[in-house]
């Protein structure tokens, strides 16, 4: 027989892992820590963790687990359509973590020969997941500050073009495009047969985020499917779910495509739980306002890092004027237990950026004393 590889899908052959933060396990073996003495600003997520009554409703949840999940996830997806004006339950589509959606969307649409445009920065699985269909990535460079060009994408975009993925506001930059220019790209793509591919994961960090979705502009842009999470803003990190809104055809067409019962019944719970604890929410958006301010304030006096402008709940920064590359910068920081984000393996980037998250006040505490203790020695 033939080397066993040799009969594997040639698209999968040279698939690569995606690198991403919170590599806690690894970051506690290399410094012989505990995984609980690493503190970790590299994973944007709810400092305060999930809803109380997001727990509760695991815990009442346990009695579900003999029989299998609602493969359609109904009532969840209900739930989410009665958050927004002009969605129905035919709009929403529920996956295993929005990282789901992004590998069943490209997997659904990229025929052979197709192009996907990538910003870049971008989050890193966009890619991942067209390479896994054995199509071709193009990145579009984003401005001197990380901005968007509209014209930049719409020059892109040529017959091959079938998906333009766009993270607003950016993963790792933390910068918003404003709706405006997100309609241009949206429509110069609908006038190629282009699909937009719109994560929002973080919107609901930004100051009245609800109002800069495009979430109600899915009618008149039938092109548009639009990514949330539960990871980020709700913290039900570790049970998987994420969502994703479009128009009725391609959520019926990705309905039919996706693996069946591929979120869990504690997920489906917890998830719908949480979006009914406007409370808990609430608390979330007060404190991150708070220590947003009180980070970039503190940031700002450190010599040497510079800050980009953030409009979410994490801040990037480049490090070179430190005088350390963003993996030295990362070393240092995790030999004081605290774990930040080294961009270096962002496309687009170069071996200078980092990305912390905003969390509570005694966590932000300790990472500005790490980073003093690792910038003073330099500068
Ligand atoms: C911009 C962005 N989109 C999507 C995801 C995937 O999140 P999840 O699969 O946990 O919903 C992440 C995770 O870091 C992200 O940063």
Not at 53 to 82: H, N, W
Not at 87 to 110: H, P, R
Not at 176 to 201: G, H, N, S, W
Request: with cysteine; charged share 25%.
């Amino acid at each position: 027989m033939k080397p066993t590889l040799d009969l594997a899908n040639e698209s999968f052959r040279n698939l690569k892992p995606c690198v991403h933060g919170a590599d806690v396990l690894e970051a506690a073996d290399k410094t012989g820590r505990s995984r609980e003495d690493i503190l970790d600003f590299s994973s944007s997520v709810n400092p305060l963790g999930p809803s109380e009554k997001a727990l509760q409703a695991v815990t009442a949840g346990f009695g579900q687990i003999p029989s299998y999940p609602d493969s359609c996830a109904t009532a969840l997806r209900e739930a989410i359509a009665s958050h927004y004006t002009g969605v129905t339950k035919d709009n929403v589509i529920v996956g295993n973590g929005s990282t789901e959606l992004i590998y069943l969307f490209a997997e659904a649409f990229m025929h052979k020969g197709d192009v996907a445009l990538i910003p870049a920065p971008s989050f890193g699985e966009y890619e991942g997941a067209v390479r896994k269909t054995g199509q071709k990535v193009r990145y579009v460079k984003l401005g001197k500050k990380f901005q968007a060009d509209p014209e930049r994408f719409a020059r892109a975009m040529t017959g091959k073009t079938k998906i333009v993925y766009f993270c607003n506001p950016n993963n790792p930059t933390s910068i918003l495009t404003p709706p405006e220019k997100l309609a241009q790209i949206i429509q110069a793509a609908l006038d190629k047969d282009t699909l937009v591919f719109l994560d929002e994961d973080f919107l609901e960090f930004v100051d009245e985020g609800e109002k800069l979705s495009m979430i109600n502009r899915i009618k008149e842009f039938p092109n548009l499917f639009i990514l949330r999470s539960f990871t980020k803003i709700f913290g039900l990190t570790g049970l998987r779910i994420g969502y994703g809104i479009a128009s009725e055809d391609v959520v019926s067409l990705l309905m039919n495509a996706k693996l069946p019962w591929n979120v869990n019944c504690l997920g489906q719970a917890a998830a719908v739980a949480a979006l009914n604890d406007q409370e808990h929410l609430q608390k979330t958006l007060d404190l991150i306002k708070v220590e947003k301010t009180f980070l970039l304030g503190k940031l700002k006096r450190l010599r040497g890092l510079k800050i980009y402008a953030p409009d979410a709940n994490f801040i990037f920064m480049d490090t070179r004027k430190t005088g350390f590359t963003a993996t030295q910068l990362k070393q240092k920081m995790l030999s004081q237990s605290v774990l930040i984000r080294d961009c270096t393996s962002f496309a687009g980037l170069d071996e200078y950026y980092v990305r912390v998250a905003v969390k509570t006040r005694q966590e932000n505490e300790r990472l500005l004393a790490a980073f003093k203790q690792s910038l003073d020695k330099q500068v």
